[in-house]
């Protein structure tokens, strides 16, 4: 195995030019695993730790450019008001030892379902800057997951950074695990409230063959705020609406029976994370409420 070391982002996409096989490592918290156990034999590793501005981000009026390999422990401190949802999820991922490796980019990069910053990036709208020698190009979130760890990227293209507009409003997300840390999630809920555009946005992970979002629980919800008067009166959501809302976000989800759990208790908890977080965040958009995301317990 030959092991790459660009010094500079120019040099990292020339060697995958030259060598579309190689592993890019950053973290290698998911590369290494893979390694150790010989599910993977690359004849290239491509280690991006010698560019800094991968680990850097750039906040605009209304933007973050947030450099691919930011770890998780930088998220949480760094970026908590701008990107509160991926804030949270970020809290949710292995331990401290593992977020202060692991990043965005390398949750990307694997694409599993069950990884933590894809429903908060779903909700956020994110896009991600994916470049090769041949140019650059913004993948929309929506479009970036094409199958069970599987992605948009091109064999010569690298995750520079992701883009993410800043919150306009309140975001939260929830995971449901068999323990509290070091947990791959059973299931994951993420929502965005939009207030500026009057929308929502949602991400389920661990329960689709990819992350998804559940289209249509977001636009009867943002229908029946926006019929209700609800955003600018800020009144509670009638329990209807978020019951609704939770049967139709269940109903997005296409999962499995699998070691971490049933198609059927996934559905069921997504309902509830649904509403939950749908009344943590409408509470905090009403000025009420604390910015706590969760973990739970299976
Ligand atoms: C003990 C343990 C617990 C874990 N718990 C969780 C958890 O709770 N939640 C969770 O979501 N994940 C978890 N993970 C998985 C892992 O930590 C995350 O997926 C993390 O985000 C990976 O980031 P990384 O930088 O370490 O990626 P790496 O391992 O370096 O790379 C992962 C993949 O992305 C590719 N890649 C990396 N950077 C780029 C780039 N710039 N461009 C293109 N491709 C790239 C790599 O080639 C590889 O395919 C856990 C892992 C371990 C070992």
């Not at 890019?24 to 800094?52: K, Q, S």
């Not at 929830?174 to 791959?184: E, F, L, Q």
């Not at 070691?259 to 996934?266: F, S």
């Not at 965040?281 to 739970?296: C, D, I, K, L």
Request: with cysteine.
């Amino acid at each position: 195995m030959e092991f790459l070391r660009p010094a500079s982002w120019q040099e990292a996409l020339a060697a995958k030019a030259e060598h579309p096989s190689a592993v890019p490592i950053a973290g290698g918290t998911d590369v290494m695993v893979e390694i150790n156990f010989d599910h993977r034999r690359p004849d290239h590793l491509l280690d991006l730790n010698r560019i800094g501005e991968l680990e850097e981000w750039e906040t605009g009026e209304d933007t973050v450019r947030l450099g691919a390999s930011v770890p998780y422990s930088k998220i949480m401190a760094g970026l908590r008001r701008e990107l509160p949802g991926l804030a949270l999820a970020s809290h949710t991922v292995a331990s401290p030892q593992i977020r202060n490796r692991g990043g965005v980019g390398g949750n990307l990069g694997t694409a599993s379902p069950a990884g933590d910053a894809h429903p908060a990036l779903l909700a956020g709208g994110a896009a991600v800057e994916a470049e090769s020698v041949r140019g650059s190009r913004l993948i929309p979130i929506d479009d970036f997951y094409t199958g069970v760890k599987r992605n948009a990227l091109a064999p010569d293209e690298l995750i520079r950074a992701v883009h993410l507009k800043k919150a306009s409003g309140p975001q939260q997300f929830s995971k449901v695990g068999t323990r509290n840390a070091m947990v791959i999630a059973v299931c994951a809920f993420g929502i965005a409230l939009h207030p500026d555009t009057r929308t929502v946005r949602t991400g389920i992970g661990s329960a689709a063959p990819t992350p998804v979002r559940a289209r249509t629980a977001e636009e009867f919800l943002a229908a029946a705020l926006d019929e209700a008067g609800l955003w600018e009166s800020r009144k509670a959501v009638p329990p209807a609406v978020a019951k609704q809302f939770a049967v139709l976000v269940a109903a997005a989800a296409n999962p499995i029976d699998d070691v971490r759990g049933t198609a059927a208790y996934r559905r069921h908890a997504l309902g509830v994370m649904a509403r939950r977080t749908l009344g943590w965040t409408w509470e905090q958009y009403r000025g009420h409420g604390s910015e706590q995301g969760s973990t739970s317990c299976a």
